[in-house]
């Protein structure tokens, strides 16, 4: 099981950029599929994206064109770069992971805030 700790969180202006790492601990980390999720106040969790182990990558129509996720298994790091940030993009951002042979993300961050200021 790995354990995850995001950072690079924090208050941007609209149409601004702002990163985000995940830091994974723990054996195996290009075994696993990883993601982003976002929750904003008073909203459901929602996916954000998704890159697999081979490096396939998905997203929510939401934030395509504009998010772009990838990952360094040599540093057990996924980023997440965000680009013509909107404020409807202000959540705290989850890191999530799954070993490739499963279905549901079974390992989550902490969370890191993103506030996007109009």
């Known amino acids: 099981q790995v354990q995850l700790v995001e950072s690079g969180g924090g208050l941007v202006q609209a149409g601004g950029s702002l990163s985000v790492s995940c830091a994974a601990s723990g054996r195996s980390f290009s075994n696993y599929d990883m993601g982003w999720f976002r929750q904003a106040p008073g909203k459901e969790r929602e996916f954000v994206a998704a890159i697999s182990r081979s490096g396939g990558t998905t997203y929510a129509d939401s934030v395509k064109g504009r998010f772009t996720i990838s990952r360094d298994n040599a540093k057990n790091t996924v980023y997440l770069r965000m680009n013509s940030l909107k404020p409807e993009d202000t959540a705290v951002y989850y890191c999530?992971?799954?070993?490739?042979?499963?279905?549901?993300?079974?390992?989550w961050g902490q969370g890191t805030q993103v506030t996007v200021s109009s």
């Open positions: 999530a992971a799954k070993y490739y042979t499963l279905n549901l993300y079974n390992a």
